[in-house]
């Protein structure tokens, strides 16, 4: 058991190491400029304060560093392309360096741009407005821009400008002569043999993959940009309640499932097999949502139903109240939204459980203990049980994630502050440090519950070994 344990364990390591590049990939990969989204919202025009507070939070969060221990690209290609922190502008150098490969005159062509645009905002403030406007929104365009057809077009685009606004020339002229002249010597200079030269470069533990994995195992999970709090102090109260829910759902669906499946499986066809299976159809078949709204209007409110249950929520009993009576108010509650996570997976759960037990009892062996005068219920419930509970196992492997990731229609509905809910919310503002937590916590469960489904596959069935669990 220990050694088919350890076995089981070794192989998760790999596989942790592979999801977790997945969810940095993932994270890495969300929409967005992800420093833009932590800068606190401010309305200073000075541009060196921006870009230092930009800058700031870049190192703040490690989006400064490499992204992994090592890199393999083209030689064209520096190893120090993580130093530009803007997304569209990294974006934008790389695709100018796979056109042209010469990164040395890429850099000194998007320096000219860069000092373009900076040059824009120390203007006098007696120059036209409109002509600094239409200049500083065409120059704007060239950070992003990679096409030579495009970029030459800005060029005769912002000519047109200064010759539109003579005073403005005096100011711009010189540097639109610099930039449009590193451009020229960038297309001439080009050195496409280089992006078939391949490189390897090394960057050590100072990355931020190194840097996110080794926190999260430690348990920091980031900060939240929006919030400016601990990822773990805000995931504490959603992880409670959800917890609280998903547990109670869990075990209130196999436990019920097990006895009634069992008990269709019994008196198959009989006039309670029937009507079960009717009911459980019925319900498999019922919307979550439309269950959840139909109870809370006709069983918490008076106007339309019953007050038998309270309404949305968790109460408003402060943290200072009494323990029973904080635990009443909330498991008053919680009725109706554990009911609504439990008769869909009952539904289902029984079904299996009855195909399951249908199958066992008409074995062989069932009939030869049937044979020998055995009591039924030992038959059924010593003999049967254990080879029948092997889907349920399974099904165990595959509901446990959901204690992580809970359920957002739910939670909505009942405006319960669960991770269902709090994931919702943090997909739709972008708070990604939260949305890939959540992400990797319940891979990590969904391991744990494949772990959990192969210690009882072995308990139900002794014979079970890491060979025959491997060919499955």
Known sequence: MLRYLLKRILIFIPTLFVISLLVFGLNRLAPGDPIQTCLPITDDPNLERTEAAYARVAHQYGYDLPVF?????AAAYPDTLHRILNRDERETVTKLTGQFGNWPLVQDYYREVRQINRQIYYLPDSLDRNGIIDFRR???????????????FQFKTLEDVLNRFPDLNQHLADDLQRLSGSFTLLKRGK??????????????RQNQYHRW????????????????????????????????????????TFVVSIFLGTRMAVRRNGWFDRLSGLLLFIFYSLPTFWIGTMLIIFFTTPEYGMKWFASVGLGNLPTGAPFWDRFWEAANHLILPVFCLTYGGLAFVSRQMRGGMLDVLQRDYIRTARAKGLDERKVVWKHAFRNAVFPMITMVALILPAVI?????????????????????AI????????????????????IGNLVADM???????????ANRSRQ
């Open 69 to 73: 221990y090592f890199s393999f690209t």
């Open 138 to 152: 065409i120059s704007e365009l060239l950070r992003v821009l990679y096409q030579p057809d495009r970029i030459d």
């Open 191 to 204: 050195r496409t043999d280089l992006l078939y030269r391949p490189a390897f470069y090394w960057h050590g």
């Open 213 to 252: 994995a080794s926190r999260f195992v430690r348990g920091d999970f980031g900060t939240s940009c929006l919030s400016g709090r601990k990822v773990a102090d805000l995931l504490r109260v959603p992880l409670y309640w959800t917890g609280i829910m998903n547990i109670l759902a869990l075990v209130i």
């Open 405 to 425: 990731a809970g359920s957002v229609i739910i939670e909505m509905i009942f405006s319960i502050p669960g991770m269902g809910r709090n994931l919702f919310e």
């Open 428 to 447: 739709i503002r972008k708070d990604w440090n939260v949305v890939y937590t959540i992400v990797m916590l319940a891979a990590i469960l969904t391991m």
């Open 456 to 466: 009882l596959y072995v308990l139900a069935d002794p014979r079970v070994t890491f």
